[in-house]
């Protein structure tokens, strides 16, 4: 459901938590927040390497679907450690207990992946928990309340990654930067070529798979594409 027009703004004045958050200085450039391919072989490790050696990416989401927590923990230290070697956050999908047993810098939860401050409680606060809220004011108010430390808005764009049910308007991110200092991330079908309406309305990250590992030039050539974009905006 498209609810954008359902929230009320005075709503935000009941929060303590927003009021102080309207205070935090200026929001940062927008960044790159790269999200893994659904499936990976061995050869992936090198792959990121790569990718996040091209330019700057402020965080790497691990995120495959078809296999179960067992087999993702398998395959995430490697991938957890190209991460760490270049500070680059490593955020794992879906699972509070997977990112507890990785001890990953942070989980992403959909809406049906668990509750924020459940994450919290269990991952401590310096955990970045993300929340996604597809089109909604309203699921965004409920993360920011419950504690998260991004919202996530998308399907922006039409994608092959996944099946989406939700087209936002670039101007959800100018309203949610307007009525708070939590960062919020765009997500869904961006490119280097769509992007820019993104960047422009207000989005801190960029959350990107297929653009990148899909791209024929290579990752590295993808990131570096999305830099030169951030970097003249
Ligand atoms: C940064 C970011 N935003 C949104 C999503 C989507 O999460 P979710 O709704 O749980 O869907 P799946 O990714 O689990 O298919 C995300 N993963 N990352
Ligand atoms: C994982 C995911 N979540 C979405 C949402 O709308 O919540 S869109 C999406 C796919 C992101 O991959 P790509 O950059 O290849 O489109
Ligand atoms: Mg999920």
């Known amino acids: 459901m498209n609810d954008q027009d359902d929230f009320d703004d005075e709503d935000l004045a009941l929060d303590p938590h927003f009021a102080d958050r309207f205070e935090q200085e200026e929001k ?50 490697p991938l957890q450690k190209v991460c760490a070697d270049r500070e680059v956050a490593f955020i794992v999908n879906d699972s509070i207990g997977l990112a507890k047993r990785l001890k990953a810098d942070g989980v992403h939860l959909g809406q049906d992946d668990g509750d924020p401050r ?41 994608t092959d990654t996944k099946e989406t049910k939700h087209r936002p308007d670039p101007s959800i991110l100018g309203w949610w930067s307007t009525v708070t200092g939590i960062p919020c991330v765009a997500i869904g079908g961006i490119t280097p070529d769509n992007a820019k309406p993104l960047i ?34």
């Open 28 to 77: 940062p450039a927008c960044q790159l927040y790269l999200i893994s391919p659904p499936k990976i072989d061995e050869g992936f490790a090198d792959r990121l390497a790569e990718a996040l050696d091209a330019s700057p990416v402020a965080a790497f989401q691990l995120r495959l679907k078809g296999i179960d927590e067992h087999a993702i923990a398998a395959l995430a230290p």
């Open 200 to 233: 422009d309305a207000g989005a801190d990250f960029l959350a990107v798979s297929g653009a990148v590992w899909n791209d024929p030039e290579g990752p590295a050539a993808a990131v570096r594409k999305f830099a030169a974009l951030l970097s003249a905006s």
């Open 118 to 158: 459940d994450a919290r409680e269990q991952l401590g606060r310096d955990a970045q928990i993300g929340v996604t809220c597809h089109d909604s004011r309203h699921l965004a108010m409920e993360a920011g309340e419950a504690g998260a430390d991004y919202v996530a808005f998308g399907a922006f764009y039409p």
